[in-house]
């Protein structure tokens, strides 16, 4: 295997013990910071080559986000990393229990294009911080991304530690052949079956960050100018390249008719009247992508946009009204800058809709009532949820971000990634003496001994009293 050498030469630092100390975690997270900084019109250039993506939106994304991770690890990690003392029974009253938070290993993080820098730092900033030797796999869609994060991320970090893998899908297939302690994997759900069932061969777990269809319910009882603008933003920020982008719309006829005008003044604010002169919108990453959204303008009727531009992979800001659940923008993720409107009669046949298909990684709900609010989240599953807007959940990093079902396995963000990539290791050291503590569970057994066994060990629950 190619790549058997470099997982072994990783392995070898990590049993050395290097990793261990909190202050070499600091020092190689204090090397990633530099490489934000230094390295910021870099990132900037390279994801704009890549995919027009604006410069406002990169550093937002890119830079000031990963930069608030690292923050907030550096500022938690050495309470993140002390042992976490916990309840004791009666037995171990005289005992030390507590859980260790152990490092993984050798763990793999494979990298999507939409976010090139995000989606594989965050991750790498929490196995860091957890103590892990890791291989890094950009996507080789976006190449100048992909040959930045190569040449120099080696220069920031510790080669014996750290390794970036260019790959495409045959080399990646032999990568995954290797065993590794943890691997976590962001894309979209064929290539995660793909994944989980590489790392099943050597029962390595997994974090999956998968796609899906985020629905998007709008109440007849909403400020409609607020709701487009929050919608509009959602949907073609990274030109509708985000996997948490509300990808249609459930609403009224009635609320379809009040929101077609209101998107459409939202998107010439935005944009102006030709959004492809804009500098604050982006294309498409590639030509397979760009044909595949483009087959999707054929679903109900474009009310706004639709305008394409194979050459510059250009699809503009689009709004498909009369949307059937049988047309194609509805049969998989759009990942573009369409946005379908379904109509539905109200908000339980919306519920049902969204229930009725598989869970999506966010879900979004509009209302000047809360209790609307409150009904969709409590009616419907999905890995996360925002209520009055959209995307912006995935901000705060004390919120766990992560799909369910078919929209991923597992969670991270802030301490969820330093507790993703960390291995909560029960741990019970007992006094060497008092031996006469332990005759009870000593054969030769009898009715007494359970009796008391029974009274040391077993757990009551609260407000019951035991009659005598």
Known sequence: NPYAGLVSHLRAAWLSGKMRPMEYRVAQLEALGRFLDEKKQDILEATALDMGKPSFEAYFTEILLCKNELNSTLNNLCHWMKDEHVDKNLVTQLDCAFIRKDPYGVVLIIAPWNYPIHLFLVPLIGAIAAGNCVVVKPSETTKNSERLIAEML????????????????????RLLENKFDYIFFTGIPSVGRIVMTAAAKHLTPVTLELGGKNPCYVSDTCDVQNVARRVAWGRFFNAGQTCIAPDYVLCTVEMQEKLMPALREAITEFFGSNPRESPD???????????????????????????????????????????????????????????PIVVVANMDEAIDFINARPRPLAIYAFSCDSKVVNQVLERTSSGGFCGNDTLMHVTLTSLPFGGIGNSGLGKYHGKFTFDTFTHHRGCLHRNMGLEALNALRYPPYSQQKLGLLTATFEIKRKGMCTLL
């Open 154 to 173: 080696t220069c920031y970090l510790d080669n014996d530690c750290f390794a970036v893998v260019t790959a495409g899908v045959q080399e990646t297939t």
């Open 281 to 339: 919108f982006g294309r498409i990453v590639g030509d397979k992508q760009f044909r595949r959204i483009r087959a999707l303008l054929c679903s109900g009727r474009v009310a706004i946009g639709g305008q394409t531009d194979e050459k510059e992979r250009y699809i503009a800001p689009t709004v498909l009204a009369d949307v059937l659940p049988s047309d194609p923008a509805m049969q998989e993720e759009i990942f573009g800058p369409i946005l």
